[in-house]
C-alpha cells in the first residue's frame, strides 16, 4: 500500500506522526478541505503528467490553481498530457485520489507551482485517498526533492487549461 511507503520514508525523516488520516474521502480538493476544516487553495493537489521521455513527471499546485497550457509547454516542452489512473498507479505507486510527491519510483520528476508559495503550510496527500500531511513549502520542496516552477494560473480564468474529466483526474 502506497501511504506505508510514503510512512516509511517519513519515519525515516523523523515526520511520520505529522501524517493525517481520516476516516472520510479526501481525494479531491473540496472533500480535503472539508476533512481538514481549510481553505481548498490550501491543499496541495498533485497532477501527473506524461513527461515526453516516455516517463511521467509530477506537479504539485495550489487547490485553487489549473495548469496554463501555454506556461507548462514553454516549462517543458511537451503538451500537457494527463495520465490515465491506471498509468498514474503504475508509473507512480500511487492510486488517483492520493497521489503525492512522496516514495517515488525513481525517475518521477517533482515539480512544485509557485502558487502554494502564498500559504504558510499546505496539505498534500500522503498516498491514500483519506490523508494528509501540513508541510511549510520549504518543508515539501525538501521531503519531495521538487523544483520549483511557475505553471499555473488560477481556477477561476477560462481557455487553455486543464479542464473537464482530466481535472477531475487530478487528486491531492
Known amino acids: 500500500m502506497s501511504i506505508e511507503k510514503v510512512r ?25 478541505a472539508k476533512a481538514l476544516g481549510t481553505e481548498g487553495a490550501r491543499i496541495a493537489k498533485t497532477l501527473s503528467f506524461h513527461s515526453g521521455n516516455g516517463g511521467c513527471m509530477l506537479v504539485v499546485t495550489a487547490g485553487d490553481t489549473k495548469i496554463d497550457n501555454g506556461k507548462f509547454k514553454a516549462r517543458f516542452g511537451v503538451k500537457a498530457k494527463m495520465l490515465s ?9 500511487h ?50 526533492g521538487g523544483e520549483w516552477v511557475d505553471v499555473c494560473k488560477p481556477a477561476s480564468r477560462v481557455g487553455g487549461s486543464i479542464t473537464g474529466r482530466a481535472a477531475r483526474q487530478a487528486c491531492v
Open 85 to 93: 489512473p491506471d498509468e498514474a498507479l503504475a508509473m507512480t505507486g
Open 95 to 144: 492510486a488517483v485520489g492520493g497521489v503525492c510527491p512522496f516514495a517515488l519510483p525513481e525517475g518521477v520528476e517533482v515539480y512544485l507551482d509557485v502558487s502554494m508559495r502564498r500559504f504558510p503550510t499546505v496539505f498534500p496527500a500522503v498516498g491514500s485517498a483519506s490523508s494528509a500531511i501540513e508541510l511549510t513549502c520549504e518543508e515539501l520542496a525538501r521531503y519531495s
Open 8 to 32: 516509511a520514508e517519513f519515519e525515516r525523516l523523523g515526520i511520520a506522526e505529522r501524517m493525517l488520516e481520516f476516516s472520510v474521502s479526501s481525494a479531491t480538493v473540496e472533500l480535503a
